[in-house]
T-cell receptor
Framework: ETGVTQSPTHLIKTRGQQVTLRCSSQ?????VSWYQQALGQGPQFIFQ???????GRGNFPPRFSGLQFPNYSSELNVNALELDDSALYLC?????????????FGPGTRLTVT | AQSVTQLDSHVSVSEGTPVLLRCNYS??????LFWYVQHPNKGLQLLLK??????LVKGINGFEAEFKKSETSFHLTKPSAHMSDAAEYFC???????????FGGGTRVLVKP
């Protein structure tokens, strides 16, 4: 069984730029959720994708967007980067309809905005 | 709306002594509750989960948690701390409608030799 993988591991961008983060879900899972974890805080829910559509969104502006592909992998795109976007971005996969809401997390992508 | 409050931001214990991490939750529905652990520079690992079955839940690495509806609590315990338990621990509540997880602020555990 393959776990959740994310790429890249680390990324440094300049304010105003755009960034794309990638996630491959665990084998057998059909749902991907993205979380932002600022330094010293708990992860915050950004959004979730199921059947290639957004299926719930947290309190994040539209410049945070995503995609899910037919193989259930996903991308998180952030436009017009701000300094406060510096954080660990976590992807989690799960099986919709399983009933337990159990999510499996990848190692994360550390984004630094300068 | 759901929310989670972890009552201690830091806990320091000696190796071999019990660990108690306190968590209170608020949820409009019958909650699904989880504890996750995060070691430095690593992803989140699921320790245990409560999904309306037994109120005492056993997890990995000797951890267990007790769901108390009347107190809206889900405290995590371990009888004997090990050095490898030093990490950040998150109490989490699951929202049914979107399979969304709401995290507490975390408790950092320090284990002294």
């Amino acid at each position: 069984e393959t776990g959740v993988t994310q790429s890249p591991t680390h990324l440094i961008k300049t304010r105003g730029q755009q960034v794309t983060l990638r996630c491959s879900s665990q084998s057998g899972h059909n749902t991907v959720s993205w979380y932002q974890q600022a330094l010293g805080q708990g992860p915050q829910f950004i959004f979730q994708y199921y059947r290639e559509e957004e299926n719930g969104r947290g309190n994040f502006p539209p410049r945070f967007s995503g995609l899910q592909f037919p193989n259930y992998s996903s991308e998180l795109n952030v436009n017009a980067l701000e300094l406060d976007d510096s954080a660990l971005y976590l992807c989690a996969s799960s099986l919709q309809g399983a009933g337990s809401y159990e999510q499996y997390f990848g190692p994360g992508t550390r984004l630094t905005v300068t | 709306a759901q929310s989670v409050t972890q009552l201690d931001s830091h806990v320091s214990v000696s190796e071999g002594t019990p660990v108690l991490l306190r968590c209170n939750y608020s949820s409009s529905y019958s909650p699904s509750l989880f504890w996750y652990v995060q070691h430095p520079n690593k992803g989140l690992q699921l320790l245990l989960k409560y999904t309306s079955a037994a109120t005492l839940v056993k997890g990995i690495n000797g951890f267990e948690a007790e769901f108390k509806k009347s107190e809206t609590s889900f405290h995590l315990t371990k009888p004997s701390a090990h050095m490898s338990d030093a990490a950040e621990y998150f109490c989490v509540v699951g929202e049914a409608a979107v399979n969304k997880l709401t995290f507490g602020g975390g408790t950092r555990v320090l284990v002294k030799p």
